[in-house]
């Protein structure tokens, strides 16, 4: 089954798997976010995920701005998205039941995917191509994108971030109390609505962030684009342990070298790639539900 | 914690059930054809949306060219019916029943993509409505469906082509395959290739798959370039076989690809740029060597409405529904079997050549083009014609 595996491969796939990991913890913090403060898996992070690359693909394509500003202007765009998505959808059923907001997302998954076809047509386009990430460095016989180096720079750098903003400000502290216990919090004083908007925008921010390292990576755009990265990232929240911000990054890198190692050994078996994560997914479920880094708590529901 | 996430798989499970649900239950047909409104209704089964969409547009835009010019037969307007199968098989069904049971179609045209029209076939063949492949390459297609006609040449000959050209004029001894084995098309197209290609003495040094709307083929790619073959072939679709030979340029590697038909849609160069430059491929037409009087009135037909190069699939679009119209016009009405019974006998002038039909319902082709992806465009390189 294995062939010739050089170490020059085997480097060449640890390169692979980082960049992939780091495009998976950036959209899979998102999902962890949302659903630590709100106990509410976001399903529609996956097609903000997706609106974020058309936004960046009009930005440059229509509006004619360079890739800096227009990155930029993205991701503020998806910011305000997620505000929006979380006003409209989530808001109205604050004191509703868990599942009704959950269905709600849902829904605002499939609206925003239909929306795309209608609006941006289901035709693929070519995420625009930004050479000062795209192209290729050789290092002996390992060759990679230039992306692939800021990759996980981009990544640590967010995290450390988010964790310092979760850690040391007043927004992350009101965010903590949150999502410890809602109701006290509002009692304490905290704007809850401001919290959760907060939360949301950061959020679309990151899986804005996402979007673009994936597009250019893989610069296809098309209204479905964001579903497999989306269930992928939500398999690694799972299975660092949905909540927890690092547990996040650890699924998700977790999940890419996984994904990358196993075709490296075993090629026969390179379309059942997707598979691996949802068996992933099964097993963490099976043996430690609350995922690797999760800790166990009584349920609150 | 983990009930919030047992709930959330059971209803992502639901919601895909749900959307599988629409395919069943269809038993109050009445024949389909024959009714006697003053329309006559084609379907355009067609990808609209989803990995094969770029491909389904193309036929799309062909059909409507000829609608334009054949509008109305039998003293009845012609009304197109937009079935959009979505890329995907499940959803192929269910546009298959929505178009036989509630829209009530007379004939269909499509699909893009042998595994969408495998699909639907079933569901024609049970409601006795003919349907016209115009692009779908697979032998199965028409297998054992005496209602699936097409008008394109099939995989074996496709097959054929491509093994005699990549030994003989590439010079290639050693071909390591990537294709999508989620797609009856390239599964049957790489089984055809690899069969001739070794029946010319050739090998065959790594197969890998992959699946449609994957993105990441650096591991297909690596064990592929592994043994040094001579060049990679990749049936399957054309946005993954554009994003493959983009990572395959990222690895430093200059090898040259190899592909069916299924590649000549423009979004393989706006997707894959500098890198799907030298991809040779098998088409079933080009502009630049017309065929007969046809070809040339449907290339001019098509620049002026799209102000572009007509592509194969849009030739083939166009060639399905001229054959659709003729059929009706020489059957004399909408009834699928006077229509089965005039498809064995016409010979329609099309775009991509003279038009008639062997029993099994294939067009009788013996001729492919060749070309190859230069500065941008597909560039037109010899016809190949195989008896």
């Known amino acids: ?301 | 914690m983990k009930k919030a996430i047992s709930l959330a798989l059971a209803l992502t499970l639901a919601v895909s059930f749900a959307a599988c649900g629409g395919g069943g239950g269809g038993g109050n047909s009445q024949g389909g054809g024959g009714s006697e409104s003053d329309v006559i209704k084609i379907g355009v089964f067609e990808p609209l949306t989803g990995g094969n969409a770029g491909g389904g547009e193309l036929e799309v835009r062909g059909i409507e060219l000829a609608h334009e010019k054949y509008g109305e037969v039998l003293g009845k307007k012609i009304e197109l019916v937009k079935a959009d199968n979505k890329s995907d098989a499940v959803e192929a069904s269910v546009a298959a029943s929505r178009l036989v049971e509630s829209e009530k179609v007379d004939i269909v045209i499509g699909s893009w993509g042998s595994t969408l029209s495998n699909a639907g076939g079933p569901i024609f063949k049970e409601n006795k409505i003919v349907c016209m492949g115009a692009s779908c390459t697979n032998p199965n297609v028409t297998n054992s469906n005496e209602y699936y006609y097409r008008v394109c040449f099939i995989d074996p000959f496709q097959g054929t082509v491509l093994a005699n050209y990549a030994f003989n004029d590439l010079g290639a001894k050693n071909v390591a395959i990537i294709f999508e084995s989620s797609n009856d098309y390239a599964v049957g197209l790489k089984n055809f290739f690899e069969e001739a290609f070794k029946e010319l003495g050739g090998t065959i040094s790594s197969t890998s798959t992959y699946q449609l709307d994957d993105t990441d083929f650096s591991s297909q790619l690596q064990a592929a370039l592994a043994n040094n073959p001579d060049c990679i072939f990749a049936p399957g679709n054309f946005t993954e076989a554009a994003l493959m030979m983009q990572q395959a340029r990222q690895t430093g590697s200059d090898i040259q690809f190899l592909g069916g038909d299924t590649f000549e849609v423009p979004e393989l160069i706006t997707i894959g740029g500098d890198a799907v430059e030298g991809c040779a491929i098998t088409s079933f037409f080009d502009p630049a060597a017309p065929i007969n009087d046809t070809t040339t009135e449907f290339i001019e037909a098509y620049r002026a409405k799209y102000n572009e190069e007509p592509a194969a699939f849009a030739a083939l679009g166009y060639d399905a529904y001229v054959t659709v119209y003729k059929a009706i016009e020489a059957a004399g009405s909408v009834d699928s079997d006077a229509i089965r019974d005039a498809l064995s006998t016409i010979v329609v002038p099309g775009a991509t050549g003279n038009i008639r039909f062997n029993d099994k319902g294939d067009a009788i082709i013996n001729l492919a083009v060749l070309k190859v992806v230069k500065d941008g465009k597909f560039e037109y390189l010899s016809t190949v014609t195989i008896d």
């Not at chain 1, 950036?26 to 974020?52: E, K, P, Q, W």
Request: net charge positive; charged share 10%.
């Open chain 1, 1 to 301: 089954m294995i062939q010739n595996l050089t170490t020059e491969m085997f480097i060449q796939s640890v390169a692979n798997a980082i960049s992939v990991g780091s495009l998976y913890a950036m959209v899979a913090i998102g999902y962890t976010m949302v659903y630590g403060i709100l106990r509410l898996i976001n399903f529609a992070h996956s097609d903000i995920f997706m609106m974020s690359m058309y936004f960046v693909f009009y930005l440059i394509t229509i509006f004619a701005l360079p890739w800096p500003i227009a990155f930029i202007a993205a991701v503020l765009a998806t910011g305000v998205l997620g505000i929006v998505v979380e006003a409209a959808a989530y808001r109205p059923l604050r004191e509703a039941p868990r599942i009704s907001v959950l269905i709600s997302s849902i829904g605002v998954s499939y609206l925003m995917e239909n929306f795309g076809v209608v609006v941006f047509s289901g035709i693929q386009k070519q995420f625009p191509p930004v050479p000062a990430f795209q192209s290729v460095v050789v290092i002996g016989s390992i060759y990679f994108q230039k992306l692939s180096l800021y990759m996980p720079v981009v990544t640590a750098i967010s995290v450390v971030g988010l964790l310092y903003l979760i850690d040391k400000t007043k927004i992350g502290m009101a965010m903590r109390a949150t999502s410890k216990d809602y109701e006290t919090a509002k009692l304490m004083g905290i704007n809850i609505n401001t919290v959760i908007s907060t939360t949301f925008a950061i959020g679309s921010m990151l899986a804005c962030v996402g979007a673009i390292m994936w597009g250019l990576k893989y610069p296809k755009i098309e209204p479905y684009v964001g579903i497999m990265p989306g269930l992928k990232c939500f398999i690694a929240a799972v299975i660092g342990g949905i909540g927890n911000i690092k547990g996040a990054v650890v699924g998700a890198y977790l999940l890419g070298f996984m994904e990358i190692m196993i075709v490296l050994f075993i090629p026969a078996l390179s379309s059942y790639k997707d598979a691996f994560a949802f068996i992933m997914l099964i097993a963490i479920l099976l043996l430690r539900p609350a995922g690797i880094l999760g800790e166990k708590k009584a349920d609150k529901v």
